[in-house]
């Protein structure tokens, strides 16, 4: 079995920085994209940043030049460091990873979603 597990969400105030990890773990072969989304109350989950396995990156425009994303392939371990956090920034974050595993003899890749972890800047 594969997971996506996020740690380092918490309670900042307006201004502040948070560093959000996410480990996969199980039978992994390799790993592509792997990414943050997030999903605020009443609102539709949405890309924040993905980066490739090369370490190519993308990010959403509303925290492009606040955030980074980066990824640690030994670790498989994908971080986002959120800088100048905004109220509006309050959310549960969610990793997502296409992690390739063997599944008896064919080598299959799959969607995986971490449980999610709670972001909240206050103003």
């Known amino acids: 079995q594969v997971q996506l597990v996020e740690s380092g969400g918490g309670l900042v105030q307006a201004g502040g920085s948070l560093r959000l990890s996410c480990a996969a773990s199980?039978?992994?072969?390799?790993?592509?994209?792997m990414g943050w989304y997030r999903q605020a109350p009443g609102k539709q989950r949405e890309l924040v940043a993905v980066i490739t396995s090369g370490g190519r990156t993308n990010y959403a425009g509303s925290v492009k030049g606040r955030f980074t994303i980066s990824r640690d392939n030994a670790k498989n371990t994908v971080y986002l460091q959120m800088n100048r956090l905004k109220p509006e920034d309050t959310a549960v974050y969610h990793c997502?990873?296409?992690?390739?595993?063997?599944?008896?003899?064919?080598?299959?890749?799959?969607?995986?979603w971490g449980q999610g972890t709670l972001v909240t800047v206050s103003s």
């Open positions: 199980g039978s992994i072969f390799s790993i592509n994209d």
């Open positions: 997502n990873a296409d992690i390739g595993k063997w599944i008896l003899a064919d080598l299959k890749y799959l969607e995986v």
